[in-house]
């Protein structure tokens, strides 16, 4: 598989990331130990996660998708096959919350116990903390990585003006700068990024690891009338922000472009987003070997001309 860049750093990841959102959560232990290894066999090396996955669920404190995945690598010992990108910043309880200097230090030293590992691929801003400065911010990262405890460092939902000041911070300290953003992105969510984020990354380099590349299982098709929210513990919300008028263009755009293709909706739209312009890795996740298998489909799907617009019209916004 044709690795790729992560900004400028030096990590090399597959052209797909597996959410880690899920372990823990809508994937139990032993689905998400099957899921982990199903990935890497099929040639992928990427993972995303987060120290508050899954605190939104009752009984659940938040690290739970990181302690997983270190049960995983422990067991299995593939710790140098795969990278593993996680994030700090959103609130864990009891103040636990911001991107402080103090606060990154305690942190991160909690997910690389989880993660029962010494070092962490790439380490995340999960997002922006307008109280605490950049200089602060990036101080506290820029140690991490220089104590070999991090390897390069991300932004995720930063505004383009947040972003660029993070950037141009970095550059007039000389300190490590955020080489990836990981923004909302897919065939419904386009008009955020597309207007000010898109043009910065090309810009600067950036690589983009977007999340809900699928639109929380939306762009599969799963979801075509109210009552198929059933269908997850995350319906309701997918239904509600999706289930319209656009969306259902969309969706039959996806059904005709599949047709064509011999193909599937969600790895159509998988293929879509992957090659939009500084896009590195979309994020996406499954919750068992054969929505895996969709997406190993998708990264060795290419879409021609005709296919693209088809898809760009559909979901033009406005």
């Not at 919350?97 to 993660?115: N, P």
């Amino acid at each position: 598989m044709q690795l790729r860049p992560l900004g400028r750093s030096a990590l090399q990841v597959s052209p797909l990331c597996f959410g880690g959102n899920v372990f823990g959560w809508t994937a139990d232990e032993k689905t998400s130990f099957s899921l982990l290894d199903a990935w890497l066999d099929a040639g992928f090396n990427f993972v995303d996660t987060a120290d508050v996955y899954s605190r939104w669920v009752p009984g659940h404190a938040g690290g739970e998708s990181e302690t997983v995945i270190g049960k995983w690598l422990r067991q299995s010992g593939k710790r140098g096959k795969v990278v593993i990108a996680t994030k700090v910043g959103m609130d864990m309880g009891d103040g636990k919350v911001g991107l402080k200097g103090a606060y990154i230090r305690r942190a991160v030293e909690g997910s690389l116990r989880r993660l029962q590992t010494d070092h962490i691929d790439l380490y995340q801003a999960h997002k922006d903390d307008e109280a605490t400065p950049l200089e602060e911010t990036l101080e506290a990262f820029a140690a991490l990585v220089k104590e070999g405890k991090v390897r390069a460092i991300g932004a995720s939902n930063y505004s383009a003006a947040r972003l660029q000041e993070a950037l141009d911070t970095s550059r007039r300290l000389g300190l490590p700068r955020y080489e990836t953003l990981q923004p909302l992105y897919n065939l419904y969510d386009r008009a955020v990024f597309e207007k000010e984020l898109q043009p910065l990354c090309v810009r600067e380099g950036v690589g983009v690891i977007n999340f809900y590349a699928l639109a929380a299982g939306f762009l599969t098709g799963k979801y075509r009338k109210p009552e198929d929210a059933a269908k997850s513990p995350r319906g309701g919300g997918t239904t509600q922000k999706y289930l319209n008028e656009r969306g259902l263009k969309i969706l039959a755009a996806l059904d005709e472009a599949a047709r064509r293709l011999g193909s599937t909706p969600g790895r159509v739209a998988v293929a879509w987003v992957m090659a939009q312009p500084a896009v590195v890795a979309p994020i996406a996740s499954a919750t068992s070997l054969a929505q895996l298998q969709d997406l190993v489909a998708a990264a060795q799907l290419s879409l021609d001309a005709d296919t693209r617009r088809l898809l760009d019209t559909a979901s033009a916004e406005g």
